[in-house]
């Protein structure tokens, strides 16, 4: 959900299936005041979370931004998904932040990795 | 896939599930020569892959890039991860364009979509 760019730039990698994404895609407002201060908080929350396995955030300066949760069961979602300073988030998300999103939840079947140096690292058959 | 940012912006909305999400998540390197007739050629043979529903994408400048692609079904995935052109494409982008990259493959349980002008819209219990 961050749009810092300072982090160590690399994709969250391929986990042992079954594992769940949660695919957030959104189109802001012109009215952002107060969400990056949210979005640490919400960052630092998910964190806590027992089964959450990590994030990848992507923007589009002016166009769409793309946000995918990996959690490693539907138990771990719906812990997020409840939590009382998220919800509280999400609420001020549609009265403010957002002009429009989608919210796509998944189990993941396969999955596989690759990079550069090391050459390609399967998890799946592909 | 596209970096093109004259489309209208707006994410792709939520479909009545089950559906398919293959999530595609890079970085990319310097040497992006070809790069984006590749792209525009894959969203092209995509769209004529019977089952294919959409795709969203999203890139940092300089950053994590993610594309997310929709799929009715398992078939129509099996279909474009077969396309020989796609096939040729996926290796072109290992040998050059990709430092790193990792794809989920995902069956989608409940989704919902949220817009400004017309209010939230759910397509499944959240």
Known sequence: MSDHTDAPVAPVGAFEPPYYVAVFTTV???DQSGYSETDARMEELVKNVPGFLGMDHAQTPGGLGITVGYFRDADAL???RCDAEHRAAQKR?????YEC???HVAKVERSHGFAR???PQSRATD
């Open 117 to 119: 140096a090391e050459g």
């Open 93 to 97: 998300g549609r009265a403010q932040w």
């Open 78 to 80: 719906t812990k997020w």
């Open 101 to 103: 999103y989608t919210l």
């Open 28 to 30: 802001r407002t012109q």
